[in-house]
């Protein structure tokens, strides 16, 4: 390489093979969202045994379960800015301090006015943390996996609420209610640690920073050790020092500038109609299956089960996507789980329909979310990354509010259990036309994510 030679920071990233720098940012990744899974259902784990001890109605926990949601919904639309503005590593090392820090604190919790201020703040850094950790991953993936590691890495959220479903209980019999967020406290915290020692920033957001060549050398030396720069040498990203965006303004109106505003409306479609599919089958069905006449058992298993499903659909719908057509692979997963989720309304009387159709609407629903998460990260440049995750994952929060409450509304008009579960097939068929219609917006777009051409 020639003294004055540019190296473009795009290019050795997508290219790089898949090496120790990029497996340490997915392991501390993976288990970040498995924390944020963990904390993200803690207060359902410990919900009745708070019912009982308080002597108040589980009714009660109603704005409790929504001002923790409500958190997340704040979290993504306020800190995905700001680490656009200050960093990846800086605010995804914030979110990890907040939400283990509240969550200490709601084991102090003694009325359900404080549960309430707890679980709002505590989702403040749950919903900071998602999508700067899905920025961080797609930053350093190389192209031809980028949907296959961002799913992998995204799979620890749905690992983390089955963990905490397992070992809630016995912490309950032995320590109280408390320990279930003790342990979802410290264990952020400690993380903490390792975070601050091993996480690296975004190369691509270092560019866009216009930080000292020497930080990013060190950096792209880790990712690939062959790179030969010298102390001339000049960082580019596809022929540009980088793309001048200083922080000016308010991030988010960038996701509606330069030709993205269909696109972006199309997204939030796309996420608010699943968010809302996944968080009421999440939260309705054991209840529905339950009235419906199956044992207690069999109810609470059907969750794990679509949990199973969004891992075993994050890994292959992430290869897919990486392989394919994306919009068509996720597009298609949407509209197939509509049919399944019809499968589970019709199909309780038999234990073996009802667990298959809800594993492959979990497939569905559960795991092309995690692989419209890469998706979302491919179609923004690097200086509104953040952002356009962030405000996605934000107005699916918003989604993943109404979804819970629309089901008590529907049992509160006096629909059987049945019918209100075939109600979740109508939100699955918007977001799969959502995301088809998606591909036809801008020609530009169709290589990402498996070709990942990001302009920036």
Request: charged share 10%; glycine share 12%.
């Amino acid at each position: 390489m020639s003294a004055a030679e540019d190296v473009d920071v795009t290019e050795v990233i997508e290219e790089a093979r898949f090496g120790r720098l990029q497996l340490l940012i997915l392991v501390l990744c993976a288990w970040i969202a498995l924390l944020d899974g963990f904390d993200t259902q803690a207060i359902a784990y410990v919900a009745p045994v708070i019912a009982e001890k308080w002597g108040i109605a589980m009714a009660g926990f109603g704005p409790i379960f929504g001002a923790g949601l409500a958190g997340l919904a704040v979290g993504a639309f306020v800190l995905s800015p700001a680490a656009d503005r200050f960093g990846r590593r800086s605010v995804i090392l914030l979110s990890v301090l907040l939400f283990g820090m509240f969550a200490l604190v709601t084991a102090r919790a003694t009325t359900l006015n404080e549960l309430l201020v707890y679980r709002f703040l505590t989702g403040l850094g749950l919903g900071g943390a998602m999508p700067n950790i899905v920025a961080l991953t797609s930053e350093y993936a190389p192209k031809r996996m980028r949907a296959l590691l961002i799913a992998i890495m995204f799979c620890g959220f749905p690992l983390g609420s089955t963990i905490g479903g397992l070992i809630s209980a016995p912490l309950i019999g032995a320590f109280g209610w408390q320990a279930v967020f003790v342990v979802g406290g410290v264990l952020p915290l400690f993380t903490l640690i390792v975070l601050f020692a091993w996480l690296p920033e975004s190369i691509r957001y270092l560019l866009t920073r216009e930080v000292a060549d020497v930080r990013i050398a060190k950096l792209l030396a880790r990712l690939d050790p062959d790179i030969s720069a010298t102390a001339a040498s000049r960082y580019v990203v596809h022929g540009s020092r980088g793309s001048g965006f200083q922080g000016s303004g308010f991030p988010a109106t960038k996701l509606l500038a330069e030709g993205r505003a269909s696109m972006t409306v199309l997204l939030w479609i796309a996420f608010f109609m699943n968010l809302l599919v996944m968080y009421f089958l999440v939260n309705w069905m054991p209840s529905l299956l339950k009235a419906s006449g199956l044992p207690l058992n069999i109810a609470i298993l059907s969750t794990a089960v679509l949990n199973a499903g969004g891992v075993v659909g994050a890994i292959v719908l992430g290869r897919f996507v990486d392989r394919l057509d994306p919009y068509l692979v996720l597009g298609g997963a949407y509209l197939a789980s509509a049919l399944f989720i019809a499968g589970i309304a019709f199909g309780s009387a038999n234990v073996w329909t009802l667990m298959t159709s809800t594993f492959l609407a979990g497939f569905g629903v559960v795991g092309a979310q995690i692989g419209m998460n890469a998706l979302a990260a491919g179609l923004y440049p690097t200086e509104i990354r953040s952002t356009g995750v962030g405000w996605a994952l934000g107005v699916g929060r918003i989604g993943s509010i109404i979804g819970p409450v629309a089901g008590g509304v529907l049992l509160g008009f006096g629909w059987d259990a049945q019918s209100v579960v075939l109600t979740a097939a109508v939100p699955a068929v918007l977001a799969g036309l959502a995301v088809i219609a998606l591909r036809r917006r801008e020609p530009s777009l169709k290589l990402v994510p498996s070709a990942a051409t990001l302009h920036h």
